[in-house]
């Protein structure tokens, strides 16, 4: 794959500054190892909250969220961070959702999952839906549900298993989302060596997340695209970046929601690689995209489908 050719300058320039803390490779680092870095790195590229937003530290029936709000929101949008299950927490993705809070006046709830190898799936999986459940009831304000990476899997993963429980849920936003697909087939082989995130790194942490080492099958609480019926499930947007192993999983996402009769939409960012929401600030393209992702929140909150 001729990268140098698909990525800009710019996003280059945040591969470079990702990698001086947060090496693409992490075989031989310790888990505690692994989170030092990416915090590290996230706090690199993390920007100001906007001055208008308060936070505050809850927990949500047992899970720590942070919520976020500027005014008196009437939606509240649930928001689960990346990190492959392994890394990352309230703070790694603290300006990304303040900024959510910011450009669409919607009450943001940031879940600290637990996360793996301590806690084996089904735990992250409990915890975004006791948190989904906990926000229904504490606001009372229809959810979008959004999230990145591992986020994006919760998400979907709260949005299947919320069918016929939870009536409040309008929508659901993922970006760059892993959802189960084929490792031997598609973007997974053609992107297998896309800066940021290799398919090899994904391979190893669907085992560092299953219990014993073994990946369930046909769990779509673990893996959204394993579910054998996509039907009813609430309008969703996707944001895939074009130069990730990923990136197909968002399009066959779409693609069986579509196929059920349900409202689907795929985005494939350009030239973006994995991770690009830490760019926002220093990469043009991948600012335009988190315009995108913020006014699809918006939308869905307003229950406006945009893409017709």
């Known amino acids: 794959m001729d990268y140098d050719s698909l990525i800009d300058a710019q996003t280059w320039e945040f591969i470079r500054r990702t990698r001086e803390i947060y090496p693409d490779d992490a075989t031989g680092r310790t888990i505690e190892e692994e989170r030092t870095a990416y915090d590290a790195m996230c706090a690199e590229f993390r920007a100001a909250r906007p001055e208008m937003i308060e936070a505050q530290d809850v927990s949500a029936n047992g899970v720590p969220v942070r919520v976020y709000c500027a005014g008196g929101p009437t939606r509240t949008v649930m928001y689960f961070h990346g990190g492959g299950f392994v890394v990352g927490g309230l703070d790694s993705h603290d300006d990304v959702c303040a900024e ?9 709830v940031s879940v600290d999952y637990r996360l793996a190898p301590e806690h084996k799936h089904p735990a992250a999986f409990d915890d975004a839906y006791a948190a989904t459940c906990w926000a229904e009831t504490e606001f009372s304000a229809p959810i979008v549900l959004a ?16 069918r016929g429980c939870l009536s409040c849920i309008l929508g659901q936003v993922l970006i760059y989302p892993g959802l189960g697909g ?5 973007s997974y082989i053609t992107h297998a060596e896309a800066p940021l995130l290799q398919r090899a790194y994904v391979v190893n942490n669907a085992g560092v997340r299953a219990a ?6 046909g769990d779509p609480t673990y893996a959204p695209l394993a579910d054998s019926d996509f039907a009813n499930l609430p309008p969703t947007i996707v944001f895939s970046a074009e130069c990730d192993p990923l990136c197909d999983d968002g399009q066959v996402y779409c693609d069986r929601i579509l196929a059920a009769g349900g409202k689907a939409h795929w985005i494939c960012e350009q030239g973006l690689v994995h991770g690009y929401l830490r760019a926002r600030t220093t990469v043009a393209r991948a600012q335009d995209s988190f315009e995108r992702i913020s006014l699809a929140i918006e939308a869905l909150g307003q229950d406006i489908w945009p893409y017709d």
């Open 100 to 108: 959510i809070c910011a450009q669409t006046g919607y009450r943001v």
């Open 147 to 162: 999230g990145d990476s591992a986020g994006g899997n919760l998400a979907a993963a709260v949005a299947g298993h919320a």
């Open 182 to 186: 084929d490792v031997d087939a598609g």
């Open 212 to 217: 014993d080492g073994t990946v369930p099958k």
